[in-house]
Protein backbone atom coordinates (compact mmCIF):
# COMPACT_ATOMS: atom_id res chain seq x y z
CA UNK A 1 0.00 0.00 0.00
CA UNK A 2 0.92 3.70 -0.32
CA UNK A 3 3.30 4.92 3.34
CA UNK A 4 3.89 8.04 5.04
CA UNK A 5 1.66 10.45 5.75
CA UNK A 6 -1.61 10.84 4.38
CA UNK A 7 -1.04 13.82 0.97
CA UNK A 8 -3.99 14.84 -0.84
CA UNK A 9 -4.74 15.40 -4.78
CA UNK A 10 -3.26 18.93 -5.05
CA UNK A 11 -0.36 17.80 -3.52
CA UNK A 12 0.70 14.67 -5.89
CA UNK A 13 -0.68 16.76 -8.85
CA UNK A 14 2.70 19.28 -7.98
CA UNK A 15 4.95 15.47 -7.31
CA UNK A 16 3.43 14.30 -10.99
CA UNK A 17 4.26 17.61 -12.75
CA UNK A 18 7.82 17.75 -10.82
CA UNK A 19 9.41 13.51 -10.22
CA UNK A 20 6.63 11.44 -11.68
CA UNK A 21 5.46 12.16 -14.99
CA UNK A 22 8.95 12.02 -16.39
CA UNK A 23 9.80 8.54 -15.03
CA UNK A 24 6.10 7.50 -15.94
CA UNK A 25 7.51 8.48 -19.49
CA UNK A 26 10.49 6.21 -19.46
CA UNK A 27 8.29 3.42 -18.33
CA UNK A 28 6.01 3.87 -20.94
CA UNK A 29 7.74 5.19 -24.03
CA UNK A 30 5.72 8.38 -23.39
CA UNK A 31 8.16 10.69 -24.69
CA UNK A 32 6.45 13.61 -27.57
CA UNK A 33 2.81 13.04 -26.19
CA UNK A 34 1.13 15.99 -24.87
CA UNK A 35 0.29 14.95 -21.38
CA UNK A 36 -2.33 16.54 -19.67
CA UNK A 37 -4.66 16.46 -16.68
CA UNK A 38 -8.40 15.13 -16.42
CA UNK A 39 -10.37 17.52 -14.44
CA UNK A 40 -11.23 15.13 -10.62
CA UNK A 41 -14.38 14.57 -9.69
CA UNK A 42 -15.76 14.86 -6.08
CA UNK A 43 -14.08 11.54 -3.97
CA UNK A 44 -12.25 10.49 -6.98
CA UNK A 45 -9.10 8.58 -5.46
CA UNK A 46 -6.83 9.04 -8.31
CA UNK A 47 -5.02 11.69 -10.42
CA UNK A 48 -5.80 10.60 -14.13
CA UNK A 49 -3.99 12.27 -17.35
CA UNK A 50 -4.79 12.09 -20.97
CA UNK A 51 -1.92 11.21 -23.02
CA UNK A 52 -2.26 12.26 -27.03
CA UNK A 53 1.09 12.29 -30.18
CA UNK A 54 -0.22 12.65 -33.30
CA UNK A 55 -0.63 9.19 -35.29
CA UNK A 56 -1.25 6.83 -32.31
CA UNK A 57 -4.33 6.26 -30.05
CA UNK A 58 -4.59 8.21 -27.01
CA UNK A 59 -4.19 6.91 -23.75
CA UNK A 60 -5.61 7.73 -20.24
CA UNK A 61 -2.99 7.58 -17.28
CA UNK A 62 -3.97 6.84 -13.63
CA UNK A 63 -1.76 7.30 -10.47
CA UNK A 64 -2.98 5.93 -7.36
CA UNK A 65 -1.81 7.12 -4.36
CA UNK A 66 -4.31 6.81 -1.59
CA UNK A 67 -3.93 3.87 1.36
CA UNK A 68 -7.16 1.97 0.39
CA UNK A 69 -6.01 0.19 -2.47
CA UNK A 70 -2.77 -2.49 -2.22
CA UNK A 71 -0.95 -3.39 -5.01
CA UNK A 72 -2.73 -6.96 -5.07
CA UNK A 73 -6.09 -4.77 -5.59
CA UNK A 74 -4.74 -2.93 -8.18
CA UNK A 75 -3.60 -5.93 -9.88
CA UNK A 76 -6.66 -7.52 -9.61
CA UNK A 77 -8.40 -4.89 -11.30
CA UNK A 78 -5.99 -4.71 -14.20
CA UNK A 79 -5.85 -8.16 -14.75
CA UNK A 80 -9.84 -8.68 -14.83
CA UNK A 81 -9.85 -5.74 -17.41
CA UNK A 82 -7.66 -7.33 -19.78
CA UNK A 83 -9.49 -10.76 -19.04
CA UNK A 84 -12.44 -8.70 -20.55
CA UNK A 85 -11.04 -6.96 -23.01
CA UNK A 86 -9.36 -10.75 -24.21
CA UNK A 87 -12.36 -12.19 -23.96
CA UNK A 88 -14.37 -9.88 -26.20
CA UNK A 89 -15.81 -7.16 -23.98
CA UNK A 90 -15.94 -3.71 -24.78
CA UNK A 91 -13.50 -1.96 -22.56
CA UNK A 92 -10.41 -0.14 -22.63
CA UNK A 93 -7.65 -2.14 -22.43
CA UNK A 94 -4.64 -1.83 -20.26
CA UNK A 95 -1.35 -0.92 -21.79
CA UNK A 96 1.40 -2.62 -20.72
CA UNK A 97 5.03 -0.41 -19.39
CA UNK A 98 8.23 -1.35 -21.60
CA UNK A 99 8.86 -4.09 -19.12
CA UNK A 100 5.65 -5.81 -19.73
CA UNK A 101 4.08 -5.05 -16.73
CA UNK A 102 0.53 -4.01 -16.08
CA UNK A 103 1.33 -2.08 -12.74
CA UNK A 104 3.91 -0.06 -12.48
CA UNK A 105 5.09 1.72 -9.03
CA UNK A 106 7.59 4.76 -8.20
CA UNK A 107 8.23 5.27 -4.29
CA UNK A 108 9.12 8.85 -3.57
CA UNK A 109 9.41 10.87 -0.10
CA UNK A 110 8.18 7.06 1.50
CA UNK A 111 4.75 7.39 -0.36
CA UNK A 112 4.59 4.38 -3.16
CA UNK A 113 2.44 5.69 -6.04
CA UNK A 114 0.90 3.05 -8.22
CA UNK A 115 1.06 3.61 -11.73
CA UNK A 116 -0.68 2.04 -14.95
CA UNK A 117 -1.93 3.33 -18.29
CA UNK A 118 -5.34 2.12 -20.85
CA UNK A 119 -6.14 2.38 -24.38
CA UNK A 120 -8.72 5.85 -24.31
CA UNK A 121 -12.26 4.54 -25.21
CA UNK A 122 -13.33 5.33 -28.55
CA UNK A 123 -15.96 8.26 -28.60
CA UNK A 124 -17.12 10.71 -26.13
CA UNK A 125 -19.27 10.54 -22.86
CA UNK A 126 -23.00 11.70 -23.10
CA UNK A 127 -22.11 14.49 -20.91
CA UNK A 128 -19.41 15.61 -23.58
CA UNK A 129 -22.48 15.52 -26.14
CA UNK A 130 -25.02 17.34 -23.82
CA UNK A 131 -26.71 13.93 -23.18
CA UNK A 132 -27.78 13.76 -27.20
CA UNK A 133 -27.97 10.78 -28.43
CA UNK A 134 -26.50 10.28 -31.79
CA UNK A 135 -28.33 11.41 -34.88
CA UNK A 136 -30.72 9.43 -36.81
CA UNK A 137 -31.00 6.42 -34.31
CA UNK A 138 -33.59 6.23 -31.38
CA UNK A 139 -32.39 6.41 -28.09
CA UNK A 140 -34.24 2.96 -27.27
CA UNK A 141 -30.91 1.93 -29.34
CA UNK A 142 -29.02 3.42 -26.43
CA UNK A 143 -30.84 1.66 -23.47
CA UNK A 144 -30.76 -1.44 -25.51
CA UNK A 145 -26.96 -1.16 -26.25
CA UNK A 146 -26.06 -0.42 -21.98
CA UNK A 147 -27.99 -3.80 -21.11
CA UNK A 148 -25.66 -5.85 -23.93
CA UNK A 149 -22.69 -4.20 -23.19
CA UNK A 150 -23.13 -4.86 -19.33
CA UNK A 151 -24.43 -8.84 -19.91
CA UNK A 152 -21.63 -9.71 -22.41
CA UNK A 153 -18.73 -8.50 -19.37
CA UNK A 154 -20.98 -10.49 -16.61
CA UNK A 155 -20.80 -13.74 -18.65
CA UNK A 156 -17.20 -13.30 -19.48
CA UNK A 157 -16.94 -12.65 -15.69
CA UNK A 158 -18.51 -16.19 -15.39
CA UNK A 159 -15.61 -18.15 -16.68
CA UNK A 160 -13.21 -15.62 -14.95
CA UNK A 161 -10.58 -17.26 -12.30
CA UNK A 162 -8.21 -14.71 -10.78
CA UNK A 163 -4.56 -14.78 -10.69
CA UNK A 164 -4.45 -11.71 -8.19
CA UNK A 165 -8.36 -11.89 -6.21
CA UNK A 166 -9.95 -8.60 -6.03
CA UNK A 167 -11.89 -8.15 -2.49
CA UNK A 168 -15.55 -9.27 -1.90
CA UNK A 169 -18.60 -7.18 -1.28
CA UNK A 170 -18.10 -8.21 2.43
CA UNK A 171 -14.89 -7.61 3.18
CA UNK A 172 -15.86 -3.87 3.15
CA UNK A 173 -20.02 -4.01 3.59
CA UNK A 174 -20.21 -5.90 6.65
CA UNK A 175 -21.36 -4.41 10.09
CA UNK A 176 -18.04 -3.79 11.47
CA UNK A 177 -16.92 -1.56 9.12
CA UNK A 178 -20.12 0.12 9.00
CA UNK A 179 -19.87 0.83 12.69
CA UNK A 180 -16.57 2.27 12.16
CA UNK A 181 -17.04 4.75 9.17
CA UNK A 182 -20.89 6.36 9.75
CA UNK A 183 -21.08 9.15 12.80
CA UNK A 184 -22.35 7.63 15.58
CA UNK A 185 -25.04 10.46 15.30
CA UNK A 186 -26.63 8.45 12.32
CA UNK A 187 -27.67 5.29 14.50
CA UNK A 188 -30.96 4.62 12.20
CA UNK A 189 -28.71 4.79 9.34
CA UNK A 190 -25.76 2.37 11.04
CA UNK A 191 -28.74 0.15 11.57
CA UNK A 192 -30.52 0.21 8.37
CA UNK A 193 -26.98 -0.25 6.58
CA UNK A 194 -26.29 -3.88 8.46
CA UNK A 195 -29.84 -5.03 8.12
CA UNK A 196 -29.57 -4.70 4.36
CA UNK A 197 -26.18 -6.64 4.87
CA UNK A 198 -28.06 -9.61 6.81
CA UNK A 199 -30.51 -9.82 4.26
CA UNK A 200 -27.72 -10.00 1.44
CA UNK A 201 -26.15 -12.76 3.54
CA UNK A 202 -29.31 -14.70 2.66
CA UNK A 203 -28.72 -14.68 -1.42
CA UNK A 204 -27.66 -17.31 -3.16
CA UNK A 205 -24.11 -16.55 -4.76
CA UNK A 206 -23.59 -19.40 -7.22
CA UNK A 207 -21.37 -18.82 -10.82
CA UNK A 208 -24.54 -17.88 -12.31
CA UNK A 209 -25.84 -14.56 -9.89
CA UNK A 210 -22.31 -13.52 -7.97
CA UNK A 211 -18.84 -12.95 -9.50
CA UNK A 212 -16.79 -9.97 -10.69
CA UNK A 213 -18.73 -6.64 -11.38
CA UNK A 214 -17.92 -3.31 -12.32
CA UNK A 215 -19.78 -1.41 -9.25
CA UNK A 216 -19.86 1.79 -10.88
CA UNK A 217 -21.76 0.82 -14.87
CA UNK A 218 -22.86 4.59 -15.16
CA UNK A 219 -22.80 6.81 -18.06
CA UNK A 220 -19.64 8.76 -16.32
CA UNK A 221 -17.88 5.64 -16.77
CA UNK A 222 -18.04 4.55 -20.57
CA UNK A 223 -17.76 6.38 -23.88
CA UNK A 224 -20.01 5.89 -27.16
CA UNK A 225 -18.90 5.80 -30.41
CA UNK A 226 -21.33 8.45 -31.67
CA UNK A 227 -20.96 6.73 -35.84
CA UNK A 228 -22.01 3.20 -34.37
CA UNK A 229 -23.18 3.30 -30.67
CA UNK A 230 -20.74 1.35 -29.58
CA UNK A 231 -19.99 1.96 -25.93
CA UNK A 232 -16.91 1.35 -24.07
CA UNK A 233 -16.70 0.68 -20.53
CA UNK A 234 -13.65 2.05 -18.48
CA UNK A 235 -12.63 2.96 -14.66
CA UNK A 236 -12.73 -0.68 -12.75
CA UNK A 237 -11.33 1.14 -9.77
CA UNK A 238 -14.41 -0.44 -7.99
CA UNK A 239 -14.62 -3.87 -8.97
CA UNK A 240 -15.25 -6.66 -6.88
CA UNK A 241 -17.08 -9.71 -6.26
CA UNK A 242 -20.39 -8.74 -5.92
CA UNK A 243 -23.79 -10.23 -7.47
CA UNK A 244 -24.29 -9.19 -10.79
CA UNK A 245 -27.87 -7.38 -10.01
CA UNK A 246 -25.78 -4.58 -7.99
CA UNK A 247 -25.00 -3.62 -11.82
CA UNK A 248 -28.54 -4.38 -13.03
CA UNK A 249 -29.73 -1.55 -10.49
CA UNK A 250 -26.93 0.93 -11.58
CA UNK A 251 -28.25 0.36 -14.72
CA UNK A 252 -32.21 1.01 -13.68
CA UNK A 253 -30.83 4.11 -11.54
CA UNK A 254 -29.46 5.57 -14.74
CA UNK A 255 -32.21 5.53 -16.43
CA UNK A 256 -33.97 8.32 -14.19
CA UNK A 257 -32.12 11.21 -15.48
CA UNK A 258 -34.17 11.01 -18.80
CA UNK A 259 -37.37 11.64 -16.94
CA UNK A 260 -36.40 13.25 -13.64
CA UNK A 261 -38.18 16.81 -14.46
CA UNK A 262 -41.64 14.93 -15.21
CA UNK A 263 -44.13 15.85 -12.26
CA UNK A 264 -46.29 13.29 -12.90
CA UNK A 265 -45.03 10.05 -11.04
CA UNK A 266 -47.30 7.82 -13.21
CA UNK A 267 -45.49 8.90 -16.44
CA UNK A 268 -42.15 8.71 -14.25
CA UNK A 269 -42.67 4.57 -13.63
CA UNK A 270 -44.17 4.35 -16.83
CA UNK A 271 -40.81 5.78 -18.65
CA UNK A 272 -38.58 3.63 -15.91
CA UNK A 273 -40.63 0.29 -16.65
CA UNK A 274 -40.09 0.78 -20.78
CA UNK A 275 -36.87 1.97 -20.21
CA UNK A 276 -35.66 -1.04 -17.89
CA UNK A 277 -37.78 -3.31 -20.53
CA UNK A 278 -35.53 -2.62 -23.03
CA UNK A 279 -32.31 -2.44 -21.53
CA UNK A 280 -33.24 -5.88 -19.77
CA UNK A 281 -33.99 -7.43 -23.82
CA UNK A 282 -30.18 -6.16 -24.53
CA UNK A 283 -28.60 -7.71 -21.38
CA UNK A 284 -30.50 -10.88 -21.82
CA UNK A 285 -29.24 -11.05 -25.38
CA UNK A 286 -26.09 -11.72 -23.48
CA UNK A 287 -26.53 -13.40 -20.66
CA UNK A 288 -28.95 -15.20 -18.32
CA UNK A 289 -30.13 -13.45 -15.37
CA UNK A 290 -33.26 -15.81 -13.48
CA UNK A 291 -36.31 -13.92 -12.66
CA UNK A 292 -36.13 -14.89 -9.18
CA UNK A 293 -33.08 -12.25 -9.09
CA UNK A 294 -34.35 -9.78 -11.33
CA UNK A 295 -37.30 -9.58 -8.66
CA UNK A 296 -34.47 -8.26 -5.82
CA UNK A 297 -34.39 -5.03 -8.14
CA UNK A 298 -36.08 -2.73 -5.15
CA UNK A 299 -33.05 -4.53 -2.90
CA UNK A 300 -30.22 -3.86 -5.05
CA UNK A 301 -31.43 -0.14 -5.59
CA UNK A 302 -30.86 0.08 -1.89
CA UNK A 303 -27.79 -1.54 -1.82
CA UNK A 304 -26.91 1.17 -4.71
CA UNK A 305 -27.92 3.72 -2.15
CA UNK A 306 -25.86 2.30 0.57
CA UNK A 307 -22.98 2.15 -1.40
CA UNK A 308 -23.48 5.61 -2.17
CA UNK A 309 -23.70 7.22 1.28
CA UNK A 310 -20.34 4.76 2.04
CA UNK A 311 -18.40 6.15 -0.68
CA UNK A 312 -19.87 9.79 0.44
CA UNK A 313 -18.20 9.41 4.06
CA UNK A 314 -14.86 7.38 2.21
CA UNK A 315 -14.24 10.60 0.90
CA UNK A 316 -14.96 12.97 3.28
CA UNK A 317 -12.22 10.64 5.39
CA UNK A 318 -10.08 10.31 2.95
CA UNK A 319 -9.94 14.16 2.62
CA UNK A 320 -9.45 14.69 5.95
CA UNK A 321 -12.89 16.56 6.52
CA UNK A 322 -15.55 16.28 8.88
CA UNK A 323 -18.18 14.51 8.26
CA UNK A 324 -21.48 16.44 6.91
CA UNK A 325 -24.39 15.67 4.47
CA UNK A 326 -25.59 17.46 1.75
CA UNK A 327 -29.08 17.69 0.13
CA UNK A 328 -28.19 14.43 -2.11
CA UNK A 329 -26.52 12.23 1.00
CA UNK A 330 -29.50 13.70 2.89
CA UNK A 331 -32.02 12.32 0.48
CA UNK A 332 -30.06 8.74 0.28
CA UNK A 333 -29.87 8.40 3.78
CA UNK A 334 -33.98 8.93 3.84
CA UNK A 335 -34.63 6.78 1.16
CA UNK A 336 -32.53 4.05 3.72
CA UNK A 337 -33.90 5.07 7.02
CA UNK A 338 -37.71 5.33 5.79
CA UNK A 339 -37.50 2.28 4.14
CA UNK A 340 -38.53 4.22 0.93
CA UNK A 341 -38.42 1.65 -2.59
CA UNK A 342 -36.98 2.64 -5.92
CA UNK A 343 -34.98 6.03 -4.47
CA UNK A 344 -38.47 7.36 -4.12
CA UNK A 345 -38.52 7.69 -7.68
CA UNK A 346 -42.43 7.12 -7.61
CA UNK A 347 -43.49 9.17 -4.78
CA UNK A 348 -44.30 12.65 -3.95
CA UNK A 349 -40.93 13.04 -1.81
CA UNK A 350 -39.01 13.65 -5.36
CA UNK A 351 -39.44 17.08 -6.33
CA UNK A 352 -39.51 17.40 -10.09
CA UNK A 353 -37.69 20.67 -9.63
CA UNK A 354 -34.77 19.94 -7.39
CA UNK A 355 -34.86 15.78 -8.17
CA UNK A 356 -33.09 13.79 -4.98
CA UNK A 357 -32.40 16.49 -2.85
CA UNK A 358 -33.41 16.49 0.58
CA UNK A 359 -32.76 18.97 3.65
CA UNK A 360 -28.98 19.07 4.72
CA UNK A 361 -28.67 17.87 8.09
CA UNK A 362 -25.92 18.36 10.80
CA UNK A 363 -24.26 15.04 12.00
Not at 23 to 31: I, K, R
Not at 164 to 188: C, M, Q, T, V, W
Request: hydrophobic fraction near 35%; aromatic fraction near 14%.
Amino acid sequence: MTGGDIINYNEVVKISDAYLLPLVSELYGLEGYEIKPVKAHDGGRNVVYTCEKEGTYAKILRIAFLNDRSREDILGELEYVRYLFEHGGSVSDVVSSLKGNLLEEITHNNHIFFICLFKKAKGKMLVENHYRYREGAPITEYYYNCGKVLGKLHQISKGYTPVHRRYSFYDKYNAEYIEKLIPGSLSLLKEKLVQLCKTLEELDRNRESFGMIHFDYNDGNYSIDFDNGQISVYDFDNSCYCWYMFDLASLWTNGVGWIQFEPDAGKRKKFMDDYFKTALEGYRSETRIEDSMLEKLPLFIQVNLMEGIVDAFEAMRNNGEEPECDEELSYRIKCLEDDIPYMGFFRDIVSCEQPFEYEERNI
